[in-house]
């Protein structure tokens, strides 16, 4: 039996566990500082999901700026994929965005990462364009998605 599953926001004694998901799934992960300055953002919007008795097991981040969102990153362990953890942080960290006046979200994602595309699509985003050259190691370039977080709550 597996243990039950918590979102909330996410915390300063969150970071070193949210640091070390990122260092295991990412090419050019980032640090400590991004996250701590996303959690002291007057505008940034941190969720952990949390399994019993608080291990972090995934994360999503970003900001809200007027009456836009970004998803700036969202990570689960590989061994709760699957398993709705990621579609419950994206739900959580739209409402939170539409709370401070959102209205939509965006994200970048790799152009070869072709799951996480379908993980997006899924969950409602649709492509609206591109960055060419945005990522590095490898150089590539980003697809943007975006979803309109009014209609999602309808």
Not at 29 to 42: C, N, Q
Not at 80 to 109: D, F, K, P
Request: charged share 25%.
């Amino acid at each position: 039996m597996s243990a039950a599953l918590t979102i909330r926001s996410l915390e300063s004694g969150d970071l070193a566990p949210v640091v070390s998901i990122e260092e295991s799934i990412y090419a050019a992960p980032w640090h400590i500082e991004h996250f701590a300055e996303i959690v002291d953002l007057p505008g940034g919007l941190g969720m952990v999901a949390c399994v019993d008795p608080g291990e972090v097991v995934g994360y999503a981040v970003g900001w809200v700026a007027a009456d836009e969102a970004e998803l700036a990153n969202i990570a689960v362990v590989a061994e709760r994929r699957g398993q709705g953890v990621g579609g419950r942080l994206l739900s959580e960290i739209w409402t939170a965005a539409r709370e401070r006046g959102a209205r939509r979200m965006y994200l970048e994602v790799r152009k070869s990462n072709r799951d996480a595309q379908r993980f997006y699509a899924h969950h409602g985003f649709e492509r609206v364009g591109r960055r060419a050259g945005y990522y590095s190691g490898p150089r590539e370039d980003a697809v943007i998605m975006a979803v309109d977080l009014i209609e999602r709550e309808r």
